[in-house]
Nanobody, 115 residues
Framework: QVHLVESGGGLVQAGGSLRLSCAAS????????LGWYRQAPGKQRELVAN???????TYAESVEGRFTIARDNAKITVDLQMNSLKPEDTAVYYC?????????WGQGTRVTVSS
């Protein structure tokens, strides 16, 4: 089992920045992909960004150029730097990890962007 704990959510004004962090523990050997999804009220969960063990990144088009994902393979952490935040970025953000084809999820951290 992989246990994921997120931190860093909160309330910010439009145009501001937040940094989300996620730390993995437990059976972390073999984790390939780390990333973030988000779910806004009344909407489906969507991929925000992910990064594989070689550092290859993928971003949702809506956050490209504003968000940056980074991982520390030694500490098994993944961070999401979010800049130029917009009200439409308001959502619960979930950290996830893929290990040997199994997915694991954090409990989520809420991000609210006021206009």
């Amino acid at each position: 089992q992989v246990h994921l704990v997120e931190s860093g959510g909160g309330l910010v004004q439009a145009g501001g920045s937040l940094r989300l962090s996620c730390a993995a523990s437990g059976s972390t050997f073999g984790i390939n992909t780390l990333g973030w999804y988000r779910q806004a009220p009344g909407k489906q969960r969507e991929l925000v960004a992910n990064i594989d063990s070689r550092g290859h990144t993928t971003y949702a088009e809506s956050v490209e150029g504003r968000f940056t994902i980074a991982r520390d393979n030694a500490k098994i952490t993944v961070d999401l730097q979010m800049n130029s935040l917009k009200p439409e970025d308001t959502a619960v953000y979930y950290c996830y990890a893929v290990r040997f084809a199994a997915s694991y999820w954090g409990q989520g951290t809420r991000v609210t962007v006021s206009s």
